[in-house]
C-alpha cells in the first residue's frame, strides 16, 4: 500500500494481493513516519468512513460500493469527509517508459 496526502486529499494505492485480501475481510496497513499507522479495510456498513485516533488513520469502505479496478480506470472507491477527499484505486506500479 501506498499513501500521498496532498492539498486535503489522501491518496491511497492498493496492489491486487491487498485488494483481494480486504474482500475476504482482512485489512492493509502502512507506516507513514514513524508515529502513524493507515489501515484500510472492508465494512457491511452502507457509507465509507475516515477516522483518525492517536497514530492511526482508518479508512473503512463498503464492500458493496467498491468497484472492480478496470484498465482504464483504476479506481476502487472514492469519497469526501471532513473536508478530505478520499481517493482508494489499484497500485499499477511503474510503467515502462
Same mark, same amino acid.
Request: aromatic share 2%; proline share 5%.
Given at each position: ?5 496532498? #492539498? @486535503?486529499?489522501?491518496?491511497?494505492? %492498493?496492489?491486487?494481493?491487498?485488494? /483481494? &485480501?480486504?474482500?475476504? &475481510? &482482512? ?5 507513514? +513516519? !514513524?508515529?502513524? %499507522? ?9 457509507? /465509507?468512513? =475516515?477516522? /483518525? #485516533? %492517536? +497514530?492511526?488513520?482508518? *479508512? #473503512? =469502505?463498503?464492500?458493496?460500493?467498491? $468497484?472492480?479496478? &478496470?484498465? #482504464? +480506470?483504476? =479506481? *476502487?472507491? $472514492?469519497?469526501?469527509? $471532513? @473536508?478530505? /477527499?478520499?481517493?482508494?484505486? %489499484? !497500485? =499499477? @506500479?511503474?510503467?515502462?517508459?
Amino acid at each position: 500500500m501506498k499513501v500521498r496526502l496532498a #492539498d @486535503g486529499e489522501m491518496r491511497v494505492r %492498493l496492489s491486487t494481493v491487498e485488494i /483481494a &485480501g480486504l474482500l475476504e &475481510g &482482512g485489512e492493509a496497513t502502512v507506516a507513514v +513516519g !514513524d508515529t502513524v %499507522l493507515v489501515a484500510v479495510r472492508t465494512t457491511d456498513d452502507a457509507e /465509507a468512513r =475516515l477516522t /483518525a #485516533d %492517536l +497514530g492511526r488513520i482508518s *479508512i #473503512d =469502505l463498503p464492500r458493496s460500493k467498491m $468497484q472492480s479496478p &478496470g484498465p #482504464d +480506470g483504476p =479506481l *476502487i472507491h $472514492q469519497f469526501s469527509e $471532513q @473536508g478530505a /477527499a478520499v481517493v482508494v484505486e %489499484l !497500485d =499499477l @506500479g511503474r510503467r515502462p517508459r
